[in-house]
Each structure stands twice: as structure tokens, then as C-alpha cells.
């Protein structure tokens, strides 16, 4: 097919989910089934066991099966453990584990190949004959995609549903030079920067000409388009360079000595990635007084722009920069504000035709008069890691955040927090199970607690053997309380990986 051809195909699909989101939305209990494929469809260090851990960080979705008569199809490229399955299966509220059970359907190609999970299924059509057979009625049936790229595409066509994520031909927006692009145009306050940079010549051109504008500035951030979590990100040290008339082959020699977040990337790999799909350089936002939120927000198939939740994000790495994990909600004195920014580029995503859940990042520092300034500085139209711990707190609970409070209660009024990190990692931890696992949260009283809605949810389990790598979400009534939870669960961990190390 040409390419007009299969964008008209796609649309034709993605309008089905107009009466299905109809239907959803009126709580008829009406039958339908979700199809997960969490495909790590991007530029990624992530493979081998941590690639299969990523893509069971979405398990939470199988809290969907709440809804007595929703069937839920699972992808992954391995094969997921039966304890895994059943420790979410059990946490599933007013529900029986068994009845929940017969309406799951976990599907693998076994291939534990780095590649996408999306590539791996579209190799494979009798697998993709397989999961349509799993599906009763296709009009009553969506796909949930981690990120939509052509891959994802071109699997919902091959698989006859729709897609709940942004239509890959929109991808752009969400690049670091769209979302600048949008910032500027729907009047939401970022750093000074510019984008559209394909070379370091751009670069070096580029950083001269903000000096001009902004000769105070210190330290530059340079952004490929596609980079995810940080890794994309390299840091840039004017200190020395002359505030003004600065020439663009001294900062030409200075982009020697770039900083790149990740410790895989070299300078060949990162200006030959920039030739080919753009970046930008902005100035790196500092204070005493840092912060890194991001607002979280949908637009549904009936065309509603709805706010999500707000987090302070939990940052590392080298420079800072680096995804670590984050609080939730994010602090009142600007949770409130961020949201209010994110909803005018969200209305700006829903005239552009964009769906599903999206991100947007920004940074807080303290001005000289002690009040919150708040710059915008990415769009993430994906699923991130604020996705899953929200929702799994969400389909708990059954409560909801208050944009305009930055609050999130519960149906009785309770206020609930949570601390989540996908970074939990220790060489000693590789000591551990499944099952050594839900042993320590039982013995030490930090199992999630159905009646006070408190206490520890593990993900992302299935990396811990081979790589002391887990996921934790410690969810309490405060901040404070939600941090206390969190420490003790890593006191807990690691006291036990010290005590089977001895013996």
C-alpha cells in the first residue's frame, strides 16, 4: 500500500474508538478487551533481562480486569513468571483472582532479541492470527502501545483494531524542537534556546547567538529530538568564554567537551545522530532551589483534554539529567501552576489531532523575591515513568487528583502520596526470587494494604536475578509518610540480601 493509502486505512480504524471510548466512559459494563504491547519502540540502552522488565512495568494494567466482563491480552517478548502474574492478580480489589484469571491471555513470541516487541510481532502473523482469535469481537477491542511509532501503526492495522496513542505522523510535536516550537506559539514560558540544529557548526552558531541575547548564561544543555529519559541530553560549560563577541570557533572547540548523560554514547554516535533527526540548545535553567515536575494528561477519543496528575520528578546520572524515578503529587506551591500551563499546550495537542496520554517536563527554581518560576522544556507523547505508578495508585483506590488543589483523594476523602523508582538496583539483590520477595514485604508489614490503601507495590521484578534490578511504589496518607514506607522497604531489602549473603 502507498503511504496515503495506509494513513487512510489507520484513520478509518482509530474512529472506532469513538463509540468504544462512548461506551467505556458510561460504565455499562459492556465487553471488551485491551491488547498490551509495551514495546520499547525507541532509541534505548535498555536490553537483554532489563528490556523484559521494561516491558512488565506496564503489569499494572491487568487491574483493568476489575471490570467483571473486560478480557485483557498481555504481549511480551519473554515469557512472563506465573508468581509475577498472580502476585498483581491478587491485588486486584473485589475481585476474585480466579474469575480474573480466565479473562487474561499472556502472549510471547520468546524472542529475547533487543529488538522491538512491535518488530518482533509483525515477523511473526501467525502469532498476530493468534492474538486476533483471542479477541471476540474486534469492534470491541483496542491496542495499548508504550509509544506509537510506525511499528505500532502498522501492528494495529495487521491486528484490525485501533490504537490508543498519538498517530505516528505526529511524532514530531513531541520532539524537543516541536515542543519548542509549541511552548513559543501557545505562550508558555521556556528557556531561551534554539532548535532545528543539525550539525555542531548549528551548535556552535546557535550558542554564540543566545550568549548575545543572554550573556549571563553559564552552562547550555544540548537535546537530540528523540532522546528518552535523558539520554539524549549532552551539557555544555561556557565558563571561560568571553560573556560577549564570543567567536563561533571558540565554542566550536568547547563542543570538545561536551558531558553526554549516557555513558554509552560517544561523540561520533551523538553529532551523527544529530545530522539526522535535528536537535536543539537551550540554557540550562539553575537555581538554588531546583526542581523537576512534569504534568501528566490525556486526550480522549471524544475529544476532551483531561488533567491527569502532576509529579516531582526524582533525577541522576552524570549531570543530573537522568530519569531516576518521582514523588507524587508534585508540591502545591506549583503543581497547580504546571498543570495550568500543560492544559494550554494539551488543547494545542487535541486541534493537532493527538490522543492518548502524554507528558510534559518542566523545571521550578526560586526567584530572588522566593516565588516559583516555571519553564517548559519537553513534550513526551508516551507513556513515561509517572505512568505506572499513578495508575496503579488510581485503580487501587479508585481516587483522583484535583488539578486545581494539586491534591489526590480518595472516594472518602483521604489524601493519598507515593514515592516510585524504576532504578532500585544492587549487585547483592540478584540474591533474591519472586517468592523471596513477597516473603520480605509480608514479614516486615509493608504489603499493599487493601482496607487503608497503604504500604509497597513491587514491578519490573523479572530483572532482579539477572540484574539486581527492581521497581517500587510506596504508597502512603503524606509525602512523609509515602517516603518512610520507601526506605523501609530498601532497609528491608538490603538488610536481607546482607543476611542470605552471610549465611
Known amino acids: ?38 514495546s520499547i519502540t525507541i532509541d534505548s540502552t535498555i536490553r537483554g533481562a532489563r528490556q523484559q522488565a521494561y516491558e512488565e512495568r506496564f503489569l499494572f494494567l491487568l487491574l483493568l480486569l476489575r471490570q467483571p466482563r473486560a478480557r485483557l491480552i498481555y504481549v511480551t517478548s519473554q515469557a512472563i513468571h506465573a ?33 522491538p516487541l512491535s518488530q518482533k510481532l509483525l515477523e511473526r502473523p501467525r502469532l498476530i492470527q493468534q492474538i486476533r482469535a483471542l479477541i471476540p469481537d474486534l469492534d470491541r477491542a483496542h491496542m495499548v502501545p508504550f509509544n506509537t511509532t510506525p511499528l505500532e501503526r502498522d501492528l494495529a492495522l495487521a491486528l484490525g483494531i485501533p490504537m490508543y496513542g498519538a498517530d505516528p505522523r505526529l511524532t514530531h510535536l513531541g520532539g524537543k524542537s516541536g515542543a519548542r ?35 549571563s548564561i553559564a552552562k547550555v544543555v544540548v537535546k537530540l529530538n528523540e532522546g528518552v529519559s535523558g539520554e539524549g541530553n549532552a551539557h555544555l560549560d561556557l565558563d571561560g568564554l568571553p560573556a560577549t563577541d564570543m567567536s563561533v570557533d571558540a565554542v566550536a572547540d568547547r563542543l570538545q567537551a561536551l558531558r ?28 538554588s ?29 552524570p549531570s543530573g539529567q537522568s530519569y531516576m524515578g518521582c514523588r507524587f503529587p508534585a508540591s502545591v506551591e506549583y503543581g497547580p501552576a504546571i498543570m495550568h500551563e500543560a492544559m494550554k499546550v494539551g488543547r494545542r495537542l487535541m486541534r493537532e489531532g493527538v490522543l ?48 486545581e488543589t494539586g491534591v489526590f483523594l480518595t472516594p472518602l476523602g483521604e489524601p493519598k502520596c507515593f514515592i516510585a523508582s524504576d532504578h532500585l538496583e544492587s549487585p547483592r539483590y540478584r540474591v533474591f526470587t519472586h517468592h ?9 508489614g509493608l504489603h499493599f494494604d487493601q482496607t487503608r490503601h497503604k504500604g509497597v507495590v513491587f514491578h519490573m521484578m523479572n530483572a532482579i536475578g539477572e540484574n539486581g534490578l527492581l521497581g517500587l511504589t510506596a504508597v502512603g496518607n503524606t509525602h512523609d509518610e509515602a517516603a518512610a514506607l520507601y526506605e523501609r522497604a530498601i532497609n528491608a531489602l538490603d538488610e536481607e540480601a546482607a543476611l542470605s549473603i552471610a549465611d
Do not use: C
Open 289 to 317: 532551589d531546583f526542581r523537576s515536575p512534569s504534568a501528566q494528561l490525556r486526550v480522549t477519543p471524544l475529544g476532551r483534554v483531561e488533567a491527569l496528575s502532576t509529579h516531582d520528578q526524582v533525577l541522576g546520572g
Open 1 to 38: 500500500m502507498s503511504d496515503a493509502e495506509v494513513a487512510a486505512r489507520f484513520d478509518a480504524l482509530q474512529r472506532k474508538l469513538v463509540p468504544l471510548w462512548r461506551s467505556i466512559q458510561t460504565l455499562t459494563q459492556d465487553p471488551q478487551t485491551i491488547v498490551v504491547v509495551p
Open 436 to 444: 523471596d520477595l513477597f516473603d520480605i514485604v509480608a514479614r516486615h
Open 356 to 403: 492518548g496520554r502524554f507528558a510534559l517536563d518542566f523545571v521550578a527554581v526560586r526567584n530572588q523575591q522566593g516565588q516559583w518560576e516555571i519553564y517548559a522544556i519537553e513534550i513526551n507523547l508516551r507513556k513515561g515513568g509517572t505512568t505506572h505508578p499513578f495508575l496503579t495508585l488510581q485503580f487501587l483506590t479508585d481516587g483522583s487528583y484535583n488539578a
Open 83 to 115: 508468581d509475577v502474574v498472580d502476585y498483581y492478580l491478587d491485588l486486584l480489589p473485589g475481585v476474585l483472582a480466579s474469575h480474573a484469571r480466565t479473562r487474561l491471555f499472556l502472549v510471547s513470541p520468546l524472542d529475547g532479541s533487543s529488538r
Open 181 to 215: 516550537r509549541i511552548f513559543a506559539e501557545e505562550g508558555v514560558s521556556h528557556p531561551l534556546g534554539i532548535e532545528d540544529l543539525h550539525s555542531a557548526g548549528d551548535l556552535a552558531a546557535a550558542i554564540v547567538q543566545m550568549r548575545a541575547r543572554k550573556p
Open 260 to 287: 553526554f548523560e549516557s555513558s554509552e554514547m560517544s561523540s561520533d554516535t551523538y553529532f551523527a545522530t544529530l545530522a539526522e533527526r535535528g536537535g536543539i540548545v537551550e540554557e540550562r535553567i539553575v537555581g
